[in-house]
């Protein structure tokens, strides 16, 4: 019997252990670094890490890093997408939630963040402050002719000019006399004198709430002789001395604006110029009239942007306008790598070149590096769990990240 009794207790035993070697660890929670995030660009990119916690019947809890693993995705994609490897990429000014859902045997396990994307940066959003009507005013000489108005926006923020087409509301005081479309043509209806005036109108709604209004005049002057159109000037907006880039790598966008002798007297000609840079060692620019600042060996350089184009007579016309690289004001406007430490253990990440410096957990800290450089991160102590998935490699230490835009990486340590 004594012998029967112990052979049952073994068998309990027995089972209880494979029983407790048989459950797997549950995914419990989803933590998404870092909590906030912030955009200072269209196009700019953050990275957020899913750091998973398994809970065990009878084990402490664990924590990995899936962020490859989570399906992401944007509460509102016109302000910011995210892809499968929780890379962030700004569309417009807002803020969005980014989540990271996983199934678990539980059901499913969402953990978020909240990005906000603010054109400009430093200190705020980007602010329509003014709109401009190019040209101010223009003459029609026919019932029916169109003159074609373009509408510029004036920013708080870099990039501080932009076409506004197909953004604004567009007006007529007048409609009897000219009616103007929704792209900013205006086609002249009747005049029962020599000359008819009407105020055209372009208004849009800044972030603030307020309305923004820009007006031009439009004649109509039906018995008046129409002049022969040719292309008499080119306006490179912004003007010169009025762009600046501080970071090399950084972008610009140009407007060339053609004037012409007869209606429709102004037209948007960014797609059709030539463009040019004088030195192109300090910046390029591309047939979409965006530049990029290349290199300065001094505290400033500057080359001149110009955009030409043939006139119907044969002659060349072109505008030019100034793009200043000023690398030596970089300071915070250069990339910006931000570390975040995550897990149930502690650790410390330091970077060489000398600038990130963490300890502790669950906190983070920020430096900044040369645009395009190369910074290496090291992990200690021994519990280090691996990298978010823009460290390379992510699962040992060091790694290495690439500066060419702002980078988040997320340490785990267990």
Known sequence: MIYRSVAISTLIVVAMFFASCASS?????ISVTPGTASIGTVGGTAQFTATGTYVRSGHPSTTQNITSSVTWASSSTDVATVNSSGIATAVANGTTTITATMTSPTGGVVGSASLTVAVGGQGGARELT??????A???????????????IGTYSAAPTTENLAGQVTWASSAADVATINSSGLATAVA???????????????????STIIGAATLTVSPGSATQQRTLSAITI??????????????????????????????????????????????????????????????????????????????????????LTVNPGNGGTNLPSLSVYLVGAGTGTVTSSPPGINCAGSGAGCTAYFPQGSSVTLTATPGGFGGWSANCTPDTASPCTVTMNTNQTVGAIFN
């Open 25 to 29: 660890p549950t995914l419990g929670s």
């Open 130 to 135: 003014a709109i401009t009507m190019i040209p």
């Open 137 to 151: 005013s223009q003459t029609l000489n026919a019932i029916g002719a169109s003159a074609q108005f373009i509408v």
């Open 191 to 209: 005049c029962a004198s020599s000359s008819c005036t009407t105020t055209i109108t372009a208004s849009a709604t800044s972030l603030s709430g």
């Open 237 to 322: 907006i912004p003007g010169a001395g009025t762009q600046t880039l501080e970071t090399l790598g950084e972008t610009a966008q140009f407007i060339a604006i053609g004037t012409y002798t007869a209606s429709p007297i102004t037209v948007d000609m960014t797609d059709t110029v030539t463009w040019a840079s004088t030195d192109v060692d300090i910046a390029t620019i591309d047939s979409s009239g965006l530049g990029t600042a290349v290199a300065c060996g001094g505290s400033s350089c500057v080359t001149t942007i110009t955009a030409s184009a043939q006139a119907q007579d044969g002659s060349l016309i072109v505008g030019a306008s100034n």
